[in-house]
C-alpha cells in the first residue's frame, strides 16, 4: 500500500471551538504515525504559536503563514518571504489610513501600534495577546505574513494598489497578506514532495477560507462539518462539526484508519 501523507488545519479542526485539543484527536494522531501516515499540520498561524501542539502530537513537519515556511522532518524546505520595498509602501498606505499591521517572521512578530482595539479583538479570538510595538520589524526580518487591520471592503483599496500581494479575510477587523500566488496548496504540494510523495497522496482537512485551495487540490480534501460554505463545496467529503468529533470521524470514513 503507497505511502500517505495527512494535513490538518488548526483552529476548528485539530483545536475544538474553545481552542483545545481533545484526547481523541490527540490518539487518532498517534494512531495515524503508527499506521506509517505521514502526519502535518497546515496553518496560516506561524510555527512560534503552535510550537507546544506540535510538541504535544510529535509533529515535525508543518506548512506555515499558509505555505510561506514550509518544514520537513524539522528541517526548512522552503521559504516565500514578503518583498521588503513592497511591504514598506503597503505600510506607508496603512498608516496614512489608520490601519494598524503586524509583522511576523518564523520567531516572533510585532505591531506597528499599542494597544489597538481591532488587534486585540482578533487576536484575542485564538487566545494570543497583542503584540509589542515595532513598527520597522519588516526591515530587519524575512517577514512571511502580515496582518492588515481593517474592515469590510475597506481592503479592496489594498489588493488594487498592491497587487503583489495576496489578502485573505479571517476575521472581521483582519486579513492575512501574503505573497501573490501564495497558498496553503503548494504548501502541502512542497511538503508532499519533500517526504517523496505527490500531492494526490495527501490528504487535507480544514474548515477555513484559507483552506480552500489545499482542499481542492489534494487528493482527498475534508471539511469540517463548522466549515465555512465555499471550502465544504470544493471538499470531497463532509465531516460533522469538530465539537462532535468531527475530525476522527472523517480520518476512518476517508479510510487513513
Not at 18 to 23: I, M, V
Not at 171 to 180: G, K, N, R, T
Not at 244 to 254: F, T
Request: with cysteine; proline share 4%.
Amino acid at each position: 500500500m503507497k505511502k500517505k501523507i495527512a494535513f490538518f488545519d488548526i483552529d476548528g479542526t485539530l483545536l475544538n471551538h474553545d481552542k483545545k485539543l481533545p484526547e481523541e484527536t490527540k490518539q487518532a494522531i498517534h494512531d495515524l504515525k503508527e499506521a506509517g501516515v505521514y502526519v502535518a499540520i497546515a496553518t496560516g498561524r506561524a510555527p512560534f504559536m503552535y510550537k507546544g501542539l506540535r510538541e504535544e502530537l510529535g509533529i515535525d513537519s508543518f506548512v506555515s503563514f499558509n505555505g510561506q515556511y514550509v518544514v520537513f522532518e524539522g528541517e526548512v524546505a522552503y521559504k516565500n518571504p514578503l518583498s521588503t520595498p513592497h511591504l514598506k509602501a503597503l505600510h506607508q498606505q496603512s498608516e496614512g489610513n489608520d490601519h494598524p499591521m503586524v509583522f511576523m517572521d518564523h520567531e516572533g512578530m510585532k505591531a506597528t501600534t499599542p494597544e489597538h482595539s481591532h488587534i486585540q479583538k482578533s487576536l484575542g479570538s485564538l487566545y494570543i495577546d497583542h503584540p509589542s510595538v515595532d513598527a520597522a520589524y519588516y526591515e530587519k526580518r524575512e517577514i512571511f505574513q502580515s496582518l492588515l487591520f481593517c474592515e469590510g471592503n475597506e481592503i479592496e483599496e489594498y489588493r488594487k494598489d498592491h497587487p503583489e500581494f495576496d489578502y485573505i479575510r479571517w476575521h472581521p477587523f483582519s486579513c492575512d497578506v501574503l505573497p501573490s500566488g501564495g497558498s496553503k496548496a503548494e504548501g502541502i504540494k512542497i511538503l508532499s514532495e519533500a517526504a517523496g510523495l505527490t500531492i494526490e497522496d495527501a490528504f487535507a482537512f480544514g474548515d477555513g477560507l484559507n483552506d480552500i485551495e489545499m482542499i481542492e487540490q489534494a487528493g482527498v480534501g475534508v471539511a469540517m462539518g463548522n466549515a465555512v460554505p465555499e471550502t465544504k463545496q470544493v471538499s470531497d467529503y463532509v465531516t460533522d462539526d469538530v465539537d462532535n468529533g468531527g475530525l476522527v470521524k472523517a480520518i476512518y470514513e476517508v479510510g487513513l484508519l
